[in-house]
Structure formats: structure tokens, C-alpha cells
């Protein structure tokens, strides 16, 4: 059972940038898949950018493509997501979330970092 911590997170203005982490107890090669979600005040929550090392495979939700980019560090058993070009749409909690490789739930969440972006 893996453990995820996320980090990094704070208040811009739109149009800058932030980067924020996810910290796993156990590398994530190969047997998971990790990424994002996110949840605006008022909102659903939605999946934002996933990666599974195992195979190289990345998936972004269509509002961050392109501005967006997630990325792994297998030394430090650590991805990172790079936002660019940020608006205030994408102000959210931002949970990372781990599923196994092999399947489609995501069992493992961390506590969530908050993104502001002001107009």
C-alpha cells in the first residue's frame, strides 16, 4: 500500500506559473499509476494528468493540455506537475491519486494542495 504526500501549491496570478509534487512512500514503477485530480469549490471533481511509468503512457484532461505537464522522478519516487499559463479556472484543491497499473481504481490519495489563481 503505497502513502502520498503532496506539496507545493500556492497563489499566482493568471497567466504564471506553479509546480506542485506528489511524494510516494514505494516507487511507483511499475506497479501504479499516479496523477491528479481536482476539485473547484461549488464543483465535481475531475481528473486533470496521469502518468504510468510502466509503459511510459500519459493522459491530460482537455482544459490543461498543452499547459499542463506531468512528469516523474523515479529516484526520488516523486511526480511533479508543471502548470503554465495558469487561470483562474484552474484555481482548485488539487489531490494526487494512485491506481494500480493493472487496474482502473484509484485507492491511494493524498491530502491535496491548494491552487489560487487570481485574475
Known amino acids: 500500500q503505497v502513502e502520498l504526500v503532496d506539496s507545493g501549491g500556492g497563489s499566482v496570478q493568471a497567466g504564471g506559473s506553479l509546480n506542485i509534487s506528489c511524494a510516494a512512500s514505494?516507487?511507483?514503477?511499475?506497479?501504479?499509476?499516479p496523477g491528479w485530480f481536482r476539485q473547484a469549490e461549488g464543483k465535481e471533481r475531475e481528473k486533470v494528468a496521469f502518468?504510468?511509468?510502466?509503459?511510459?503512457?500519459?493522459w491530460y484532461n482537455d482544459p490543461v493540455k498543452g499547459r499542463f505537464t506531468i512528469s516523474e522522478d523515479r529516484n526520488k519516487n516523486i511526480i511533479n506537475l508543471q502548470m503554465n499559463h495558469l487561470t483562474p479556472e484552474d484555481t482548485a484543491i488539487y489531490y494526487c491519486?494512485?491506481?494500480?497499473?493493472?487496474?482502473?481504481?484509484?485507492?491511494?490519495w493524498g491530502q491535496g494542495t491548494q491552487v489560487t489563481v487570481s485574475s
Open positions: 491519486a494512485a491506481r494500480r497499473s493493472n487496474d482502473y481504481k484509484y485507492e491511494w
Open positions: 502518468i504510468c511509468p510502466l509503459g511510459g503512457s500519459i
Open positions: 514505494e516507487s511507483f514503477y511499475p506497479g501504479y499509476c
